[in-house]
């Protein structure tokens, strides 16, 4: 633990001596600890994502002579103080987790600049005590992550649009490239002493990852988040991908009315311990919205699924398979087995596919169902540019009569994500 002995301490540039007010341009703010206001965060966004990892801590906690202050964060950091005597000194700490702070006078506030070691990385507070009181009970992660998204995404474009640009039509069922599908996660879930592929997700921001309930469940019941491992960039589901990032699960959010039984309201979220760096190889997708709709000039809906799930062989693929499929009408779904689809829809999900063994397969739950959105209604033109947007989830399909795996065969059920963008919302905006 890093120690410094301090006197008066302003925030760098930010906070007038006497009177506490900004002299700076305009900062975000933002409160580190969900059970405190003692605590706060000003931001500056705008920058590039290589530079998003500092920003100004404000304590405002009067303490008295003789006070010690600790202060700790989830990843590596430099810590700079000013230091009040005739003149003003500023004074960096070295890089580590946590620091501690004495004070030899009486002081009504303490303000430092936190910066991350690691480019792209932001840190977090994790803890904040005075006098061995703590002050952050309840620490949030991410909260900065929407004002270094929206800065990210405009600099590799926006949400749901490729880096990497392959002229390739999908050819349904068979291999994308790299780079094809940056959004797609890949969820493990620990098995005794070994991590193993349970389903596939799509990445919505820096730290929340959308997937189907039954993925992350037990009869209802979630699994420990320590459980569940999510690799972002991945293409080769059996090998090592140089572009691929790996991530700790903080948090495992199921929606409150799921039923594991007829697998209703099958959509969950993956709350990432740390935040993702965005590059060519791990973007997030678009959710789709009502006004996105109105873009196309069809009522009909067809979108992409990606996946390793089973192939033909009744092996999970290697590398990262895709097919397109369009949404088919309730009806068209009672039509082909009226006793599965009567109990498996309702409506807040829908069916789509084909009967010509084009399907999602076991090991594709969670996975996305996506409809692209051309930036411009599109002219035959097969390059047009556009955005995907996620409209469902991979949810539940008919087994087959020989085997306890997917009947290619048979339509897909997907959990309709539109009907669920409020309860999404509510998360990505904390």
Not at 48 to 63: A, P
Not at 171 to 196: E, I, M
Not at 330 to 338: D, P, V
Request: some cysteine; hydrophobic content about 35%; overall charge negative.
């Amino acid at each position: 633990m890093k120690e410094i002995l301090f006197l008066s301490i302003l925030m760098v540039g930010v906070l007038c001596e006497d009177e506490h007010t900004l002299i700076v341009g305009p900062l975000l703010s933002a409160y580190p600890c969900a059970d405190t206001r003692e605590i706060l965060v000003l931001f500056e966004a705008g920058h590039e994502q290589k530079h998003n990892n500092k920003y100004y801590v404000y304590v405002k906690k009067t303490l008295s002579a003789q006070s010690v202050m600790r202060v700790a964060f989830d990843s590596m950091v430099n810590i700079t103080l000013t230091i009040h005597t005739d003149q003003y000194a500023r004074m960096t700490l070295g890089s580590g987790y946590a620091f501690k702070l004495y004070s030899y006078t009486p002081e009504g506030s303490i303000g430092f600049l936190v910066e991350g070691t690691e480019p792209g990385v932001t840190p977090y507070l994790t803890s904040c005590t005075v006098d061995d009181v703590e002050l952050c009970n309840n620490e949030r992660s991410g909260y900065l992550a929407e004002y270094a998204t929206r800065t990210e995404i405009k600099r590799l474009g926006q949400c749901g649009s490729r880096s990497i640009d392959h002229s390739e039509l999908i050819v349904n069922g068979a291999p994308s490239k790299p780079g094809d599908w940056p959004w797609h996660a890949a969820l493990y879930r620990l098995d005794g002493r070994n991590l193993k592929y349970i389903c596939g997700g799509t990445l919505i921001s820096k730290v929340l990852v959308l997937t189907a309930a039954h993925c992350v469940t037990y009869r209802g019941s979630k699994y420990p988040p320590e459980l569940f491992s999510v690799v972002l960039g991945k293409y080769t589901l059996y090998g090592d991908d140089k572009e691929s990032e790996e991530k700790q699960v903080q948090q495992v959010i199921v929606h409150e009315h799921y039923n594991y039984r007829h697998l209703f309201n099958d959509i969950a979220l993956l709350k990432l311990r740390t935040e993702v760096v965005y590059n060519d190889f791990i973007i997030p997708a678009c959710l789709l919205r009502p006004d996105d709709k109105s873009k196309l000039n069809t009522n009909l809906l067809t979108g992409t699924i990606v996946g390793w799930g089973f192939d033909s062989s009744d092996n999970l693929s290697n590398v990262l398979q895709q097919a397109t499929m369009p949404m088919v009408s309730e009806l068209t779904c009672m039509r082909s087995n009226g006793f599965f689809y009567g109990n498996a829809l309702n409506e807040n999900s829908f069916c789509a596919g084909y009967h010509n063994g084009t399907s999602a397969c076991n090991g594709d739950s969670g996975s996305a169902f996506q409809v692209f959105i051309p930036h411009d209604l599109p002219d035959n033109d097969k390059n047009v540019s556009g955005t995907y947007h996620v409209k469902g989830i991979v949810s539940n399909t008919l087994a087959r009569s020989d085997a306890p795996i997917c009947d290619p065969e048979e339509y897909v059920v997907f959990t309709d994500v539109e009907m669920f963008l409020d309860w999404i919302d509510q998360y990505l905006e904390q």
